[in-house]
């Protein structure tokens, strides 16, 4: 048993954000940032069909100092609320090597789920098949069909199955004309193609204008067949000159029913605004600039440490009392340790709940903190202390005359 | 040998007994004795003491010997002396080796106070006008002021363009400035929100801290 009547550990053990530990999203300004996003993606897809293309793409920038909490809110926008309205794919710069403009688009296309090209592939025969007679001669051509195959109702059916098992190659020289109306341009059937040929991840001679039109496409396709529109979360974003004349490029393309979602620090965007003008004016001008102004205050902090334990603990409410206790050690880590963001604070609450639930305690007290801080935090002094004073017992005398004036305050304010 | 060393030979070899005056006046009687042994009892020399009612000559070495053995006041107080000379050497033993320490401590304090001297040096090298009482007040409304001024769209600046501004204006160093900054900071948590990054800035936690906001 962890502590508050806890099964498990609500904190992550992990030092960076990951994609289970996203789902709970506390904080007021996590949360208003999210629904900013939200609103975006809804502004987006509200657009009426007749909009022309610059109308229907959109930037968003969210600008952040590390820690903050910046990749939490962007994987939590992946896996939650937006599904119905968008595909994603999230890429972490700082994990793109050589950082040139093909591996960058490689992990555009592999930021998605992994199953995103398969289920593409199937939703294009489907589409395919939709639009032509199963008895019709584009038909047979196309699947393959034999003069049996072409009578049963399933014919169809089972070639598809057998394209996607990669059993039988489809004859795409056919399809032209069922995509070649309004709707698909030819560069956009030339795409499709190789989306079924299984050829789209093979990126060999590829040229800058290939890739935008491969990504206009994907958006494009993305609408059509899922209803949905696209984003692209760059997460760790910098001053890269490939990534800079890339993203200059997709910009100025002005993708249809695309977002492209820019996560990076303020130091990141000075660079940017010092190395790149063009590419800086551009983000200036971005559609949402998320700003997590006050992501990194006590009050947010604290809100967010609830957040996990309130979402691991539906049954039994934390009282009063343990919030104020626990409350109050935060914000001493917080103002005399210069704990000052968010992913300190879970570290040493994780440690902290790991290490109470070993000596069987119920609640996090001073104790315990002060434990954790010795083994995970070896050295570490009172900010401006010049005695050798335990932590915990700074922690119970700075709690007692937080308490002691908090009393002085209601008496005078009773007086 | 002269007269005048045969009268000295002949008082030294008397020895703790000493010679009559009166002896001397009649064996050399061709020489003005008193002149000669006024002069030796001005140098020092000689000792002309009286032994009951008659004067003897003694050489001064042996006149010591002779009060020893005569004068038991004077053995009695030589004897007290010879415990203060020893106790006087043991003080002095024992403040020679004080003086000994208190050197080692001086020569230490001196490098202390030299060390302390350079380094006040250096410092007030370091700023121009040390004498300059900044007003937190008035150093908080010029730092807002140059937020508003560089501030990007969402509010950044980089902690060095405030650095440049202020420390002019305010002539002091980028110490100065960067010490004025944390404590303005610190002091205003729900005012300032700082971000790291940057070449310069206020050090928390071993991050360099270069970019700052007012919320």
Request: charged share 25%.
């Amino acid at each position: 048993m962890y502590p508050y009547n806890l099964n498990k550990n609500p904190f992550p053990s992990s030092p960076t954000p990951n994609f289970e530990g996203a789902q709970i999203l506390g904080g007021k300004r996590h949360q208003e940032s999210r629904n900013s996003i939200l609103t975006c993606i809804e502004d987006l897809v509200k657009q009426p069909e007749t909009a022309n293309s610059e109308e229907k793409f959109r930037i968003i920038t969210v600008i952040q100092d590390v820690g903050s909490g910046k990749t939490h809110l962007t994987l939590n926008i992946k896996i939650s609320g937006t599904k119905e309205k968008a595909i994603i794919s999230y890429l972490d710069m700082s994990q793109i090597y050589p950082k040139n403009i093909p591996s960058i688009y490689q992990s555009m296309i592999s930021g998605f789920e992994p199953d995103y090209l398969y289920n593409l592939k199937k939703d294009l025969l489907y589409y395919i098949k939709d639009r032509i007679k199963s008895d019709s001669k584009i038909a047979k051509k196309i699947f393959k069909l034999g003069f049996f195959e072409s009578l049963s109702g399933r014919g169809i059916d089972n070639k598809i199955l057998q394209i996607l098992e990669n059993k039988l190659q489809p004859d795409l020289g056919y399809i032209d004309n069922i995509f070649g109306n309004k709707d698909f341009s030819k560069n956009d059937v030339s795409t499709i193609k190789t989306i079924i040929k299984n050829q789209f991840e093979n990126n060999e001679s590829i040229t800058l204008m290939d890739m935008i039109n491969r990504l206009s496409t994907l958006s494009k396709i993305n609408l059509k067949l899922f209803n949905k529109i696209s984003l692209y979360q760059f997460d760790e974003f910098d001053n890269n000159e490939d990534t800079l004349s890339f993203m200059k490029a997709i910009i100025n393309a002005h993708i249809s029913n695309t977002i492209l979602m820019l996560i990076l620090t303020p130091s990141s965007y000075q660079k940017i605004a010092s190395e790149n003008s063009s590419i800086y004016d551009r983000l200036e001008k971005a559609n949402y600039k998320i700003d997590l102004a006050g992501s990194n205050s006590f009050e947010e902090i604290s809100d967010i440490v609830l957040e996990y334990i309130k979402f691991y603990n539906l049954n039994t409410t934390i009282t009063d009392g343990q919030r104020k206790d626990l409350l109050s050690q935060i914000k001493i880590l917080y103002e005399d340790f210069n704990f000052r963001n968010i992913r300190s604070i879970l570290n040493i609450m994780y440690n902290a709940f790991e290490i109470a639930s070993n000596k069987k305690m119920s609640v996090i007290n001073e104790q315990i903190v002060d434990e954790t801080l010795r083994k995970t935090y070896p050295g570490l002094k009172i900010k401006g202390s010049l005695m050798d004073i335990s932590i915990s017992d700074y922690i119970k005398i700075k709690n007692r005359l937080d308490s002691s004036r908090d009393i002085k305050k209601e008496i005078v304010l009773s007086l | 040998m002269s007269l005048e060393e045969k009268i000295f030979d002949k008082i030294f070899s008397s020895g703790v007994s000493g010679l009559k005056k009166t002896d001397l006046t009649k064996e050399f009687s061709s020489v003005n004795l008193d002149n000669i042994l006024n002069t030796w009892i001005k140098e020092n020399k000689i000792i002309i003491s009286k032994k009951g009612s008659t004067n003897y000559c003694w050489h001064k070495d042996h006149y010591f010997q002779y009060l020893l053995d005569s004068d038991p006041k004077f053995k009695y107080t030589l004897e007290l002396l010879k415990d203060v000379d020893i106790s006087f050497r043991k003080l002095s033993t024992s403040i020679d080796k004080h003086v000994e320490r208190l050197d080692g401590k001086m020569i230490v304090l001196m490098d202390s106070i030299l060390a302390i001297t350079t380094k006040n040096h250096n410092f007030e090298n370091s700023i121009s006008h040390p004498q300059n009482v900044i007003n937190l007040q008035n150093f908080s409304k010029d730092f807002d002021l140059t937020i508003c001024k560089y501030s990007d769209s969402i509010g950044w600046v980089p902690l060095a363009t405030l650095r440049n501004d202020l420390s002019n204006k305010y002539e002091i160093s980028e110490k100065e400035f960067y010490d004025l900054a944390e404590q303005l900071v610190n002091e205003n948590r729900s005012k300032y929100e700082l971000s790291t990054g940057g070449d310069e800035g206020i050090m928390i936690r071993g991050l360099v801290y270069g970019y700052v906001r007012c919320l």
